[in-house]
């Protein structure tokens, strides 16, 4: 592929928060494309990007899925992803190897918790992206409405680009407001044939307020469509589209679509805006990486000549081997080829390369900058781990991970299954590196910690279907974190002789309570290690690091605590690593002893909706709960409730809040932060 060529890529993701509509919209995509020939539905378990078994079964999404189509002479490498928080981490890593997006939301519910939270994630990468207002045939749909709620709680600025045509169940078509036409779409071959027209009278003068707000935009990205604006010149729409997509590119603005994908409405004109607005490889800003045998930054530019960089965004375990999703932002990649991974400072070697279709695959000869593709062969890669050639080593920023909150116990069936167990488990942690695999010091239990009920229960289940391992699991139970209530300071001397050695280690640190959601703050002084050999200077750094990763009340992560090093001596005759780190242990062990230490609990973000008969009773049960009602947003036969609870409160509250709102309610959450925990809690503890 030709730099020419790079021009008509479109690397883009599809986010939103669960049930908009995503996978849906992905199939009426590949279809339109002529990369498949029948619709799969989601309700019906049939939907091609959904290809796991459990996707299939539970109607969602839970990986991010990868496929090649084209469109119009352009190629495009599209990625649905999950919209449900415990997956939160597969729109995270999708999102980084990605050019543009396309944000969905349901013209019914509006922007969501989870639509909130990935559009923050697309915000933090800088990510372009149009927007698709879904589901404009379902009852309750308010376009309008969507449209505040993005500015309110987004802080975005959309730009609405179609007018419907009819409401609710009678919506048959869009007003394309650039090209001054209507657009209907031919019910009797599942919307393949356009049927273009002039805008109603009765809709024209709405029709022409709209265009000249979608003028306006433009022109802040034009002075050409600006001063022919101001003079009253009308502007053709071939201008429009190139100023509109500098202010894409920017993030200044996000352009607006109606559809119902469902119902076959609203996909082309999408595919088009896909083509005209979202930016190709070539326009992305460069990466910045890190050389590492230099110690330099440079600048990563899209050009298959340069030096060969791609990031590893995603890792799986494919039939037992490892099957490695690479975005490339520049040089090119063959089978066979030698590559460098700056995790392991080792060079491991490209055995194949395929170009996703969902999950089929197609055998390629060569990749290039700009390509997202996976690759087998790469034994050690694991997410977020750069790729360069071995003579330029590079290193491009990695992934940010949440924190897990919800952890399960787990034991083997039998014999076999005990023997198959740590593998299975290894294999789905090179996949998430959400999810851990612990084993408590006291019970001697395997432990599985992840994002969510959910979260562990589809880890079980492909235990079962995947590996072939049974198991059996406790009750789920809430990881907290560790601070501690006042300030302390610690000196500790270790100095022991052993064989004949003498090893000396001296430190003074004290610990800080910091403010909540402020997480760690590790504080080393440059010029208190001036005199350590490099060694031993970054040993306490680490030592350091790790005492944070385990408290001394059950020993969870600490968190909100600033942890300074005051004073650390060195003698060349005495100071070895032994001494350094055993003064830093035991000094950690008594400060976290005498600061009082405490559990935080983590406390969950509600979005519910109710029937407004039954929001009474549901605002009594999150009072139970220990829950902090934020605001409540009426609709037609509905409220909208807003709560924090914490986690330990809302295991198994699906089945509470269906018999509290006879099957109507529903809800969604996601990790706010942690906070104090209660007395009781406290208490199991030992904490007074």
């Not at 352009?255 to 607005?277: E, F, H, T, Y």
């Amino acid at each position: 592929m030709a730099n020419s060529d790079l021009h008509n890529v479109r690397n883009f993701g599809i986010i939103s928060h669960i049930d908009a509509g995503k996978t849906t919209v992905s199939e009426r995509i590949l279809f339109y494309a002529g990369e498949i020939h029948k619709m799969g539905e989601v309700h019906d378990g049939l939907a091609v990007m959904d290809w796991m078994e459990q996707e299939q079964e539970r109607g969602i999404t839970i990986t991010a899925t990868a496929t090649t189509c084209h469109w119009n002479n352009y190629t495009f490498n599209l990625i649905d992803t999950p919209g449900h928080i415990d997956f939160t981490i597969e729109v995270e890593r999708s999102l980084r190897a990605l050019d543009g997006a396309v944000a969905i939301f349901s013209a019914v519910e509006g922007v969501q918790p989870q639509s909130e939270s990935v559009w923050r994630q697309a915000s933090r990468y800088n990510v372009p992206r149009i927007c698709l207002i879904n589901k404009m045939d379902r009852i309750g749909s308010d376009y309008q409405q969507v449209l505040e709620s993005m500015v309110k709680k987004l802080d975005a600025t959309p730009l609405l680009l179609q007018l419907p045509l009819g409401s609710e169940e009678s919506f048959y078509g869009v007003i394309d407001l650039i090209g001054e036409t209507t657009i209907l779409f031919a019910e009797d071959d599942q919307g393949k044939t356009l049927v273009t027209g002039e805008i109603p009278e009765e809709l024209r003068a709405t029709a022409q307020q709209q265009r000249d707000k979608i003028v306006e935009a433009a022109a802040d990205f034009d002075d050409s469509i600006l001063d022919d604006f101001l003079n009253g010149t009308p502007i053709a729409a071939e201008r429009i589209l190139p100023a509109l997509r500098k202010g894409v590119i920017n993030c200044d603005i996000y352009p607006v679509m109606l559809g119902s994908a469902l119902r076959n409405k609203g996909i082309q004109p999408l595919l088009d805006m896909i083509c005209a607005l979202l930016p190709s490889p070539l326009e992305i800003p460069a990466s910045t990486a890190i050389r590492i045998d230099k110690q330099e930054q440079c600048q990563v530019i899209t050009d298959p000549k340069a030096d060969l960089c791609a990031l590893a965004f995603k890792v799986i375990s494919d039939e037992g081997r490892k099957l490695s999703y690479l975005r490339l932002y520049s040089g090119h990649l063959k089978p066979g080829d030698v590559v460098y991974n700056s995790r392991t400072l080792e060079t491991e070697k490209v055995a194949r390369l395929f170009r996703m279709h969902a999950h089929k695959r197609e055998r390629i000869n060569m990749a290039i900058a700009g390509d997202i593709i996976t690759a087998t062969g790469l034994k050690n890669v694991l997410t977020g781990d750069t790729i360069s050639h071995p003579d330029v080593p590079l290193q491009l920023a990695g992934l940010e991970y949440p924190e897990p909150v919800v952890s399960l116990a787990i034991e083997a069936k039998t014999v076999d299954d005990r023997d198959k167990l740590p593998l299975a488990l290894e294999k789905l942690q090179w996949e998430d590196p959400t999810f851990h695999v612990t084993e408590d010091p006291e019970t001697g239990q395997t432990l599985l910690t992840g994002m969510g009920e959910l979260h562990l229960e589809v880890v079980v289940q492909r235990l079962k279907a995947d590996f072939g391992v049974a198991t059996q699991t406790g009750r789920p139970q809430v990881v907290y974190r560790e601070t501690v209530r006042c300030a302390t300071e610690q000196r500790e001397v270790f100095e022991r002789e052993i064989d004949g050695k003498i090893h000396q280690g001296e430190v003074k640190i004290r610990i800080n309570p910091t403010a909540r959601k402020s997480g760690i703050d590790i504080d080393i002084p440059e010029q208190l290690l001036d005199d350590w050999p490099p060694e031993l200077a970054k040993l306490i750094r680490e030592k350091l690091t790790t005492a944070c990763q385990s408290g001394q009340l059950a020993g969870y992560p600490l968190t909100d605590l600033q942890l300074s090093l005051i004073e650390a001596p060195y003698s060349s005759n005495k100071t070895t690593d032994l001494g350094i780190s055993a003064a830093i242990n035991r000094a950690m062990t008594l400060a976290l002893q005498n600061g009082k230490p405490t559990l935080l609990e983590p406390v969950m973000a509600l979005e519910l909706v109710s029937p407004s008969d039954y929001t009474g009773r549901v605002m009594s049960s999150l009072n139970q709960k220990r829950g902090q009602v934020e605001g409540i947003t009426s609709r037609p036969g509905q409220d909208l409730i807003r709560a924090t609870v914490p986690l330990l409160e809302m295991f198994g509250y699906m089945t509470e809040l269906r018999s509290a709102t006879k099957g109507q309610g529903s809800f969604t959450m996601e990790f706010s932060h942690f906070d104090q925990a209660p007395a009781e809690t406290l208490k199991k503890f030992g904490v007074t």
